[in-house]
Every structure is written in C-alpha cells, then in structure tokens.
C-alpha cells in the first residue's frame, strides 16, 4: 500500500509524523481476526480475536510506548486493517477506548456478526471523540452496504460528521489496490 512512503513524504514536508505498526498475521488468519464466531464461515476450532485484540491493546501498545518516543493518549493512537482486519480495526476501536482514538477501517468484514459488530458502537462511553476512517471497493457490495450501516450507526450514536470520512473506490472491489487508494486519502485526513 505504499504506507511508508505516503507517511515519509507528509512528514518530508512538515506535516505530522507517526509510527506505524506492521504485524503480520498467523498461520489462521481468520480465527485470529474473529472476535466472536461466524455462522457464515465456520472454524474447526475456537476463534481468539478478543484477545488478539486485547495483545494490541495492552502488551504490544505498552511495548511501543515504552520504546519509542509516543503520544500515547487515545486522541493519537489509531488502529486499521483490511477485510477481517478491518472488522478487528473497528471491534479494538470500540472495545478500548481508553487505548485507540482513531480508526482506518477498510473493507470490514462486518459479515461474521454484523449485529454484534454494530452493538458495540452503542457501548462506547464516548463516540463523539473519535476520529473514523471507512473505506470500500464500489465492487464489495455487500461490503459496501454493511459499511454504510455502520456508518449510520457511528452518526446516530454521536460521531460529529467532520470526524468521519467515508469513501467508496469507484471500480474496485476487495483487493489491495482499494485499500492501497484509500490510505492515501486516510492518513492525511486521520493525523490532521
């Protein structure tokens, strides 16, 4: 996606900078991405993105801020993925938000549990503090269209307008090209 370059040419010029995080994924991707189960697409075993989540959140966000020089309030602290990824973004996002502010969320594979998915904007203290990022491939769409449910629920739950962008790349569909189109339009916007 070209991530490292978007952010050294913003910060060549003066604007912000930031750290950025890579971990790749296991050997079960989508059961390290789930944070509940599927009825759609079944594991052979049990699902343990809660605690995926809950490692970001705590041990490798402890172990950045420890070892880097951080602004590690939520207001500066973001989370992002695509597809399942985007699904983990956007659970982390609503389940610390003592940890994450900001949002990129890509894609999201909402389709694992989409009721859950969208209650937990209901549960977050304070929505109206983060600052949310969606985006999808005109392709995706089932995708697009639980991509918009979610947005309407961030909104009617108190996210102001100005704080979240949402964006559909014409004539893509679930691939890297959408996604590498859509950071270069959400990093500027999420570090403003």
């Not at 203290?125 to 979610?150: A, C, H, M, Q, W």
Request: proline share 7%; with cysteine; net charge negative.
């Amino acid at each position: 996606w070209e991530v490292d370059e978007w952010i050294n040419g913003i910060d060549s010029t003066g604007g912000p900078s930031c750290i950025v995080v890579g971990v790749p994924s296991g050997d079960n991707r989508s059961a390290e991405y789930k944070p509940y189960p599927s009825d759609q697409v079944r594991e052979e075993g049990e699902v343990f993105g809660k605690k995926h989540a809950e490692w970001y959140a705590k041990d490798l966000k402890q172990w950045v801020d420890s070892n880097y020089r951080t602004r590690p309030q939520p207001e500066f602290t973001g989370i992002g993925g695509c597809s399942l990824g985007g699904l983990m973004a956007h659970y982390s996002l609503m389940t610390y938000p003592d940890v994450y502010g900001l949002g990129i969320i890509f894609s999201p594979s909402l389709w694992v549990d989409e009721a859950q998915s969208l209650d937990l904007v209901d549960a977050h203290p304070d929505i109206s503090k983060l600052r949310v990022f969606i985006n999808s491939g005109e392709l995706e769409t089932p995708i697009v269209e639980s991509s918009e449910r979610l947005r309407d629920r961030l909104l009617a739950a108190g996210l102001p307008k100005d704080q979240l962008l949402f964006d559909i790349e014409p004539g893509e569909g679930h691939w890297h090209a959408t996604w590498e189109k859509g950071f270069n339009k959400a990093y500027p916007w999420i570090v403003e």
